[in-house]
Each structure stands twice: as C-alpha cells, then as structure tokens.
C-alpha cells in the first residue's frame, strides 16, 4: 500500500509538471504570436502612412495648387519582398481652396487604381497608373495580379464615396487650424455664373481669359482666395451691367485693401484703366 501511494504521487507530481510545462508552452506562443501582431499592426500603419504621404507628394507635382493637399486611399493588398514592399491600392487626390466663401475641391482626380513601390524603409520609390483611354483594362491588369484585380474593379464603383470623406477630413482639419467656417464640396456643388451668363460676348470673354495679368483671377462672377507670401489675397471679378464694365479687383483679405484693378469695356474688352500692383 505504501509502494501504491507513493507511485501515485510520483504520477500526480509528473502530472503537474507536465501540465505546468503546457501551460508554460502555451503563454509562450500566444505573447509571441501576441508580440507578432502588434509588430504586423504597427508596419501596417507606417505603410499607411508611408501611402497618404506618397500621394500627397505626387499629387502636388501634378495638379494644380490650392491651399491645403488632401488624399484618400485604401490598401487592397500589398507584398513585401527581398528589396521592396509594393502596395496595391485605389485612391483620390484633392487640392482645396476657397471660392465665394466655400472650400471647394479646385484640382485633383477622382477614383484611380495605383500601385505604391517603397523601399524597405518606407521610402517612395514611385508610383504606377494606369494607362488612360483604350489602354486602361490592358494597362490595370498588367499593373495588378489577379489576386487584387477583381476587388480593384469592384472599389472603383463603391469606395468613391468611403475616399472622398477621408479627403474632407484634410479640409475639415485645415479649416479647423486656420479657424475658419466653410462648406466644403467640389466645383460641381456650387453655381458659377460666367460672363457670357450676363451679356458679354464669347469673343470679349475669351479676351479676357487670354490675359496673362488675370491669370489668378477666377473666370466666372465671385472670388477666389490665394496666399501669398504668407499673406492672404482676395482676387474678385464683377460685372457692372449699367456701365457694361468687366471688373477685376485684387484686395487684402484682412481690411479690404485693393492692392490692383483693371477695368475693361464689356462690349470690346478694351482696358479702361487700371491700378497695377
């Protein structure tokens, strides 16, 4: 019997270090496969990073400046591999700024496919699109592997909205910074009344238009804001119907000051006078 109980608690001892030992085994791999995760959490944000500030520097080579930059994007895929990681993704670019009191969408694209190539420390070493016109289908499956080609048709004609709010977010952001209140939306949102709305030829309008002093004015009835030199401008255009005078006006946005004006003659577009900056 002593022989019984003592074998029976060698087997009970063996028992618990065995089980000990699992359970040791088992901790060990769930905070290694715990460590794992938030390592693959934390690379996942620096690419996301590593994207919005790739685009961001892309688009603003490419489009026409505003005041404030602002992208949307989402990841479909990516691998990483000896030399590079390569990101598979749909994205948008806006650049803002402010027109008759709105912060409009000024420049930028819609909806585009891309692939993002980074070296290993994140840094961009160019982006690819697709191929406009007949050569897009062609040129976007040869940009994206099988894998991702049917989600990238797919995010074309869903995620449009989804990307636009994440480029609002840049313009809410910006307006909250500079402590400014505006509507924010795109071109398309708001009424622009053109000259030839009110009477004036096409010919005296495309004149006007082709004026290289009046480049930073806006082409339709209101104003557009510009900083400048870490100033901020107001370039404005009105009509006077009863003089039949085209009116371009340059001021200060904080006291109205005019800094430069020309007037042209609403029927022959002929410079009237003019206050030159």
């Known amino acids: 019997m002593k022989n019984l109980q003592t074998k029976k608690k060698v087997w009970i001892s ?12 088992f901790w060990f791999f769930q905070n290694q496969n715990q460590e794992e995760k938030e390592d693959f959490t934390a690379d996942e944000m620096k690419l996301d990073q590593a994207v919005s500030q790739a685009l961001l520097g892309d688009g603003e080579q490419t489009y026409l400046a505003g005041e404030c930059s602002a992208e949307g994007h989402q990841i479909v895929g990516y691998e990483k591999k000896a030399e590079e990681i390569v990101v598979y993704a749909v994205t948008i670019y806006g650049e803002y700024g402010f027109e008759n009191g709105h912060f409009v969408k000024i420049s930028g694209s819609g909806v585009i496919p891309a692939v993002l190539y980074f070296d290993l420390s994140y840094q961009l070493k160019k982006i690819a699109y697709p191929q406009d016109g007949a050569l897009y289908q062609e040129s976007l499956q040869k940009l994206f592997p099988t894998e991702y080609y049917a989600k990238v048709i797919h995010l074309q004609n869903t ?3 989804s990307l636009k709010e994440q480029e609002r977010q840049y313009a809410r952001d910006y307006l909250d ?11 398309g949102d ?6 030839t709305d009110v009477g004036v030829s096409v010919e005296v309008s495309n004149q ?11 082409y339709w009835l209101g ?11 107001v370039y404005e255009l009105n009509y006077d119907a009863e003089k039949k005078q085209i009116i371009y006006t340059k001021y200060q946005y904080n006291n109205q000051e005019i800094i430069e ?7 022959t577009g002929e410079e009237l006078s003019s206050i030159a900056a």
């Open 208 to 218: 006007m238009a082709a004026h290289e002093k009046l480049f930073n004015y806006p």
């Open 223 to 233: 104003n557009q804001e510009r900083l400048e030199n870490n100033q901020r401008y």
């Open 261 to 267: 004006q020309f007037i042209f003659d609403g029927l």
């Open 190 to 195: 708001y009424e622009h009344i053109l000259l």
């Open 177 to 187: 910074a500079i402590g400014r209140e505006a509507d924010i939306g795109e071109y």
């Open 159 to 161: 995620a449009e909205e």
């Open 14 to 25: 063996a028992l618990g270090i065995l089980l000990g030992i699992v359970c040791l085994f």
